[in-house]
């Protein structure tokens, strides 16, 4: 049941990055549901998290917020979630930053950066201090901002986090051409254009993969749906035997 799960998660997961948030909506539910029959709070966790960032995408804030807020409480419960646990705070301060509850964001960015330091997570130091650096931007604060991305942006590139790194690229190349800096926001959007097309690479194996997975999981299901049928019509045949032999039976009797 868990690798079902995955799978679902995964096929989930390529939705999103093609931006096809309904199929991804559904997909991470049917994970969700997977994950619960299977008893695990770390997967139930993580399928809320990112369909959280599915409705977020949508602007569906309410139901962004319920579904980190359910996942936080359920990685909380869970054994060996805390870096789920980041993702969920990182979300969250994400989705107050859109609502412009910029405090409230920044409180839960620093939490995440401050558990991925002690559990030494360096994908979550590098996305917490991508999206601190993305509040005191919109804050207009961008010397405050330059300080989180410069050793943001030096972790995500030795972990070859491309998405990261992609990302990161694309805010200085934003910064740098606000200050009217030609220069150096040629250097980043050349920068940022190289990574985006190593992601779109990666993102075309993604989804080759995702359609084996996704072929893989529609042929589970025809042959779970098969089974139920073939024990259906056993189970009717059988009853119907001991119909007919009771029917027989009586009618002898008399």
Do not use: C, W
């Amino acid at each position: 049941k868990n690798g079902y799960a995955s799978a679902l998660n995964n096929i989930a997961r390529i939705n999103s990055v093609q931006e096809q948030y309904d199929s991804a909506i559904t997909y991470y539910k049917n994970a969700l549901i997977a994950f619960q029959e299977a008893k695990n709070k770390n997967g139930m966790g993580e399928a809320l998290n990112n369909l959280g960032a599915a409705y977020l995408e949508k602007k569906d804030f309410v139901s962004a917020e319920l579904s980190y807020r359910t996942s936080l409480k359920l990685l909380k419960e869970a054994a060996d979630s805390t870096s789920n646990i980041v993702d969920a705070f990182i979300n969250l301060g994400i989705l107050y930053r859109e609502l412009n509850k910029t405090d409230s964001a920044l409180t839960y960015l620093q939490d995440a950066l401050k558990i991925s330091r002690v559990i030494d997570y360096p994908l979550g130091i590098a996305n917490s201090l991508l999206e601190i650096g993305k509040l005191f931007f919109s804050r207009s604060e961008n010397n405050e901002s330059k300080k989180y991305l410069s050793e943001g942006l030096a972790i995500a590139v030795s972990i070859h986090a491309i998405s990261t790194a992609k990302n990161y690229y694309e805010l200085l190349y934003e910064i740098a051409k606000e200050e009217g800096d030609a220069k150096q926001s040629l250097v980043y959007y050349e920068l940022f254009v190289q990574m985006k097309d190593s992601l779109f690479n990666e993102e075309k194996n993604n989804r080759i993969r995702a359609l084996v997975i996704q072929k893989e999981t529609e042929k589970r299901d025809m042959e779970i749906n098969r089974e139920k049928e073939k024990r259906k019509l056993t189970i009717i045949s059988g009853v119907t035997l001991v119909l007919i032999s009771i029917g027989i039976g009586y009618f002898r009797y008399k």
